[in-house]
């Protein structure tokens, strides 16, 4: 059975390139079609109901046409299901589209292309899959000509605004299914794409057609309960009896021509509980499918090197590889399981450009003013000359690098190689080396105290570290008390020098200070008298003015850093930490979080759900308190930092899940060039990167959902191919999307503060688990530059996204302009005067800080639809009236069909109000002209009229 009656066409190479085309448009760089099917039947997937596609493979759309033909494409980056009307098929002869690179070798399912990657071990490389070396311009981006041209870097195309466009179009973002036309081509298609390394599992199954409805058929679940029991008896009666090796044509013989019995596949998705369910013609097909799916989806940690990623790039980076001194060809690098088990070369025996860095320390960190002296303008009223005078102050940095203790990752491999540290340390001498190795000792994974961010005029500072190793025995460290003593003093220290230059901001009000923290916490926030102590004498308050103090954030529940206790960890006892205060956050481990967010994915994909306790449901998941927690505590380190002026040393366990998303949302809320798109993949790149939040661990690139434990953190261990291997399931969380789910929240209520949209996080979010870019593979910096070379070897997704223009908040508007008499450090490092003369003392923020209320923050928080309800059954958000879409947009270039989410209807009903207040207004001017001019007119009549009287 290929679908509802319809014969089988046969299709050449030739027409499956047509077909493709036309559905998706010229496939990526490097990316070749392996596996072609057609015919596909009951295709349906977890947004089935609600998009309208149907599941016995075809729907009526509104031509009344019925002959919708189902085929499916699986190439090195996604598996894509996509429909072409029979009646339509002969058209494809005199169509001719632009040839994707690789589509020319379309492999069937009987080819090679379930071959399994060479093993790692393997030195020879002429198994690896080839692709064409040729890189589309950004004028072949697509098939028609009317189609928006994208920005190209280095001759590579990146489509992301065709990707947004697909985005709209193809999933279930609470729109009908979609019927939209590629340029001026005639054809119809409906597509369902994933990611292959989006696969979770692939699971087999069996269904039974009966006069052409299967048991899953809406047709069928409207038949009466006894008539239902029959076909259900009559079908397992089938099946049982069934050989599942035999052809179709063998069992045709074996059944009655009303009942087919017929293989398929599930697929699984990593993310929002997604799947994707097909029949195919023939059980051998389904097989080879399956097989073919399992090879290239898990590829198995050691053989990463077949992600797409490295697939995009494999034969620009093949052809830089040359011939080295002994005369033998650099190929022999590729997937050398002694040399590199990522498939990498050397990273000095590519040439293939390097994609740039938006992470650099150095730069980064001087940005900030960190590491050399600033200089000032300032006002001095108390001059006993001249009553009132500008002069020039330098303020030392209470920072500096350290630049030797971890160059070659020898201090911490999870780390990146340049720190900061207090200027009292110098890792150039042996003494400040030896703290520094000592300090690291004593906390885990070697995750030392680290500077991550400071204001360029006092020591406010944000820090932060893995927990220590204090254990059951209550151990201490001489030499990590020592340095968190020298950070306090040197941000104090800072402090006095930037009072009494007169740099010092004015603290708000108490009651303005009530006013922010909404009474949460407000005893710890609004801080009079600093309470310090516990031991016998108990606690007592140290006045907060020029004193040694520091706010340590252990984000973790107090129960749970004491059972660390038990394995060797713990917190810091205060007692032998001076003029400290610890505090804990209870935000939740990743097993938890990993258990809301299945609670909240299941949710949004329930067909079955009770709307009218949607809310409830929600709420019940946990995972809005998770995002509410998080920004919470984020708010409250941002806050210290800014008015209390503190320094901030934050640590969870290890330091690099819970700590990267609350050092980042602080840095958010405190520098605005981080609220910047050039800022904000800096920003990940600092904290979530280069600080070494485990991406490959937390998502399971390469790895799908089995048995297996964890192969550690190094690349060069873990086992080989397949579904599962090597992979640990306790480990695997959405810390990422949980963190870009905090900023959503903040982008959403402050727009106006942030360069990029929704829509921007949107696209990231969807690349998390694409593999299409190298950026957010491997686990740490160390690996992503030594054993990966992820940018000689990868496109580079921070490129991909800035060639976007719909990305782009228009409503940006910078506050870092507003300065007053002194100079202030803008984001570009450079020092800007603002000579105009002001009363008030007080010195606004340098850095651009937005701390909203606290309370409004965390009352607006509400659930991410766009993302979490992108593939559910049910439509959640409010559309576009068509009235308003097709006022609004080019016909051309969107289609009427199209319908928009609620975030994209106030855009655009905003974008007519102010286009009809222009016209009204170009209106008033109008008349106003005349006006003028009839009273010119007057005044000479009345001027002539005087005239003629006096003579």
């Not at 990623?309 to 830089?320: G, I, L």
């Not at 982008?747 to 950026?775: A, I, M, W």
């Not at 921070?798 to 990305?807: A, G, R």
């Not at 450090?825 to 002001?838: F, L, R």
């Amino acid at each position: 059975m290929y679908g509802a009656g319809l014969p089988k066409k046969d299709m050449d190479n030739a027409k499956k390139t047509a077909v493709i085309t036309s559905a998706i448009g010229p496939l990526l760089p490097g990316e070749r079609v392996i596996m072609f099917l057609s015919h596909l039947t009951n295709i349906s997937d977890s947004s089935t109901p609600h998009t309208g596609i149907g599941i016995n493979g075809f729907h009526y759309d509104n031509t009344g046409s019925d002959d919708i033909v189902w085929c499916c494409a699986m190439t090195f980056h996604r598996v894509i299901l996509f429909s072409f009307h029979e009646s339509d098929f002969d058209r494809l002869s005199s169509f001719s589209p632009l040839t994707p690179s690789g589509v020319d070798t379309i492999s069937s399912p009987s080819s090679s292309s379930s071959t399994p990657p060479p093993s790692s071990s393997s030195s020879s490389s002429s198994s690896l899959p080839t692709t064409s070396k040729t890189n589309r311009t950004s004028s072949e981006s697509s098939p028609s000509s009317n189609r928006r041209q994208y920005s190209s870097h280095s001759g590579v195309s990146f489509a992301a605004s065709r990707e947004l466009e697909l985005l709209d179009k193809t999933a279930s973002i609470s729109r009908q299914y979609q019927n939209y036309y590629l340029g001026q081509h005639p054809l119809k298609h409906y597509v369902i794409q994933m990611p292959l390394a989006s696969i979770e599992r692939i699971e087999k199954t069996s269904d039974v057609s009966i006069n052409g409805f299967t048991s899953s058929s809406p047709l069928m679940r409207h038949k009466t309960a006894n008539n239902m029991k029959t076909f259900q008896s009559n079908a397992a009666a089938i099946i049982n009896g069934m050989n599942t090796s035999s052809s179709t044509g063998s069992m045709g013989n074996a059944l009655s021509q009303q009942r087919v019995v017929s293989s398929g596949l599930i697929i699984h998705g990593k993310d929002n509980a997604r799947y994707i369910k097909f029949f195919t013609p023939s059980h051998a097909d389904c097989s080879r499918a399956q097989e073919a799916l399992n090879t290239y989806a898990f590829p198995g940690r050691r053989n990463l090197g077949y992600l797409f990623a490295f697939e995009s790039r494999r034969a620009e980076v093949m052809a830089s590889v040359g011939t080295d001194g002994h005369g033998s060809s650099g190929n022999q690098f590729i997937h050398n399981g002694t040399t590199n088990a990522m498939g990498a070369s050397s990273p000095n025996n590519l040439s293939t450009r390097a994609t740039p860095r938006r992470f650099d320390a150095l730069v980064e960190f001087g940005r900030m003013g960190i590491g050399q002296p600033q200089s000032f303008r300032v006002r001095n009223n108390h001059h006993p000359h001249d009553g009132s005078r500008i002069e020039t102050v330098t303020m030392p940095s209470p920072w500096r690098p350290i630049l030797k203790a971890n160059a070659n990752y020898a201090l911490c491999q999870s780390y990146p190689s340049i720190l900061f540290g207090p200027a009292s340390v110098d890792d150039s001498t042996p003494e400040g080396l030896r703290l520094i190795r000592k300090v690291a000792a004593f906390r885990s994974e070697g995750r030392t105290v680290a500077l991550t961010w400071s204001s360029n005029r006092d020591g406010a500072s944000l820090w932060r570290s893995a927990q220590p190793k204090v254990g059951l025995q209550g151990n201490r460290s001489e030499y990590d008390e020592q340095y968190l003593q020298k950070i306090a003093s040197c941000a104090a220290s800072a402090r006095i020098n930037s009072d009494s230059a007169g740099l010092s901001r004015r603290k708000p009000t108490r009651e303005f200070m009530k006013m922010l923290t909404g009474c949460i916490n407000e005893s710890d926030l609004c801080l009079e008298n600093f309470s310090t102590g516990s031991g016998s004498g108990g606690s007592r308050n140290v006045p907060i003015v020029n004193k040694c103090i520091m706010k340590i954030f252990d984000l973790r529940p107090k129960s749970a850093a004491m059972a660390n206790r038990t394995a060797g960890y713990g917190y810091e006892n205060t007692t032998y930490y001076p003029n400290t205060s610890l505090s804990f956050h209870n935000i939740g481990n990743i097993h938890a979080v990993r258990d809301s967010y299945q609670k909240i994915s299941n949710l949004c994909t329930n067909q079955n759900v009770n709307d009218m306790q949607w809310a409830q449901l929600v709420e019940e998941t946990k995972w809005l308190y998770h995002i509410r927690l998080i920004l919470s505590v984020s708010w409250q380190a941002a806050f210290h930092v800014r008015y209390n002026r503190l320094p901030v040393l934050l640590h969870c366990s290890h330091g690099w899940d819970r700590t990267s998303q609350v050092a980042a949302l602080s840095q958010l809320f405190l520098d605005e060039y981080y609220r910047t798109r050039a800022g904000f993949s800096c920003l990940i790149e600092k904290d979530f990167l280069a600080f070494g939040h485990p991406f490959h661990t937390r998502c399971g690139h390469g790895e799908g959902r089995g048995g297996g434990s964890g192969g550690g953190n190094d690349l060069l261990s873990g086992g080989g191919g397949g579904q599962g291997s090597g992979v640990d399931e306790g480990q695997i969380c959405p810390i990422f999307i949980q963190f870009l789910d905090c900023v959503y929240q903040i982008v959403r209520q402050y727009p106006d503060y942030f360069e990029f949209n929704t829509k921007y996080l949107l696209l990231l979010s969807e690349h998390v688990y694409s593999c299409r870019f190298g950026t957010l593979l491997c686990d740490t910096e160390r690996e992503r530059e030594l054993v990966a070379s992820i940018r000689q070897r990868t496109h580079c997704l921070w490129e991909y996204l800035d060639s976007c223009p719909d990305l782009v908040n228009k409503g940006y508007v910078s506050k870092t302009m507003r300065t007053s008499e002194t100079s202030i450090m803008t984001p570009n490092g450079v020092v800007q005067e603002d000579n105009n003369d002001h009363d008030d003392d007080y010195l606004p923020e340098d850095s651009g800080a937005l701390l909203m209320p606290l309370p409004t923050l965390l009352r607006n928080v509400t659930l991410w639809v766009d993302r979490h309800c992108m593939h559910g059954p049910k439509p959640t958000l409010r559309c576009l009236p068509s009235d308003l879409s097709m006022s609004a947009f080019d016909q051309k270039n969107h289609p009427q069909h199209l319908m928009f989410g609620v975030d994209d209807g106030k855009e655009l009903q905003l974008e007519e109000a102010r286009e009809q207040a222009q016209r009204w207004k170009d209106i008033a001017l109008a008349r106003e002209q005349e006006l003028l001019e009839l009273k010119q007119k007057l005044k000479d009549g009345i001027h002539n009229h005087d005239k003629k009287e006096d003579s």
